[in-house]
C-alpha cells in the first residue's frame, strides 16, 4: 500500500534559519505530492502540492521538488520566521478506485524561536 | 465566509453515549471526507462520499456511520462511543479529485 515517511520532530530553528523538512513515499502508479500546515488549534491547509515528477510546488517561501527518482519531495525554507511555528504534513494522493484519498505522513512539528 | 464547517468544535461525552458530528461545505464540492487525527497528530482517512455515494470505506468500526443527505453535507454519527475513539475529526471537501479543503476539526473526549 502507499505510505509516507516523514523525519520526526520537533524541530527547534532559530528565526531566519535555513528549514529542511524530509518526506519520503512509497506509491503505485504516480501520485500527487502535498504540504499540509496546521497551525495550533485549527484544521489543515494546503500550503504546496505537485502533481508530477520534477514540478516544484512553492508558496509563502516555501518549496517543495517532486523527485520520482528519489520518491521525495522535501520541504524548504530559505529564513524562518516564528510565525511558521506548526505541524507539518507530507501526503500523497492516490486515486485508486476512483476516490482521491490523502494518505499523510506522520507530521513534523516545527518550532521557530527569536 | 466559511467553507467547510464543523459543529460541534469541542465534544466531552461518556462511554456508551450515541454522538453526531455535522459538517457542511458551501464550496460546491461532489466530494466529502471524513479524517481521524490521533493524540500523536497521526491522520487517517475514514470515509469518502461523492455526490451522496460512499466510495471509500477504510477499515473502521461499524459504530461508525456516516450519513450524506445531500453533496454539501456530510455527519458522522457513532454509537457506542469507546475511550479510543478520542481524537480529533477533521471533514475535508474537494473538486473530484483536486485539492481537498479541511474543515476547523472537532476534538471528541470520551470519558
Known amino acids: 500500500g502507499n505510505s509516507v515517511t516523514q523525519m520526526e520532530g520537533p524541530v527547534t530553528l532559530s528565526e531566519e534559519a535555513f528549514l529542511t523538512i524530509n518526506c519520503t513515499y512509497t506509491?503505485?502508479?504516480?501520485?500527487?505530492l502535498f504540504w499540509y500546515v496546521q497551525y495550533p488549534g485549527e484544521g489543515l491547509q494546503l500550503l504546496l502540492k505537485a502533481t508530477k515528477a520534477d514540478d516544484k510546488g512553492s508558496n509563502k517561501g516555501f518549496e517543495a521538488t517532486y523527485r520520482k527518482e528519489t520518491t521525495s519531495f522535501h520541504l524548504e525554507k530559505g529564513s524562518v520566521q516564528v510565525s511558521d511555528s506548526a505541524v507539518y504534513f507530507c501526503a500523497l494522493s492516490d486515486r485508486a478506485g476512483g476516490g482521491n484519498k490523502l494518505t499523510f505522513g506522520t507530521g513534523t512539528q516545527l518550532k521557530v524561536e527569536l | 465566509d466559511t467553507a467547510v464547517s464543523q459543529t460541534p468544535k469541542y465534544l466531552v461525552t461518556q462511554m456508551g453515549n450515541d454522538k453526531s458530528i455535522k459538517c457542511e461545505q458551501n464550496l460546491g464540492h461532489d466530494t466529502m471526507y471524513w479524517y481521524k487525527q490521533d493524540s500523536k497528530k497521526f491522520l487517517k482517512i475514514m470515509f469518502s462520499y461523492n455526490n451522496k455515494e460512499l466510495i471509500i470505506n477504510e477499515t473502521v468500526p461499524n459504530r461508525f456511520s456516516p450519513k450524506s443527505p445531500d453533496k454539501a453535507h456530510l455527519n458522522l454519527h457513532i454509537n457506542s462511543l469507546e475511550l479510543g475513539d478520542s481524537a480529533v475529526y477533521f471533514c475535508?471537501?474537494?473538486?473530484?479529485?483536486?485539492?481537498?479543503?479541511f474543515g476547523p476539526g472537532t476534538r471528541l473526549t470520551v470519558l
Open positions: 506509491a503505485t502508479g504516480y501520485p500527487s
Open positions: 475535508a471537501s474537494s473538486q473530484e479529485t483536486g485539492e481537498q479543503f
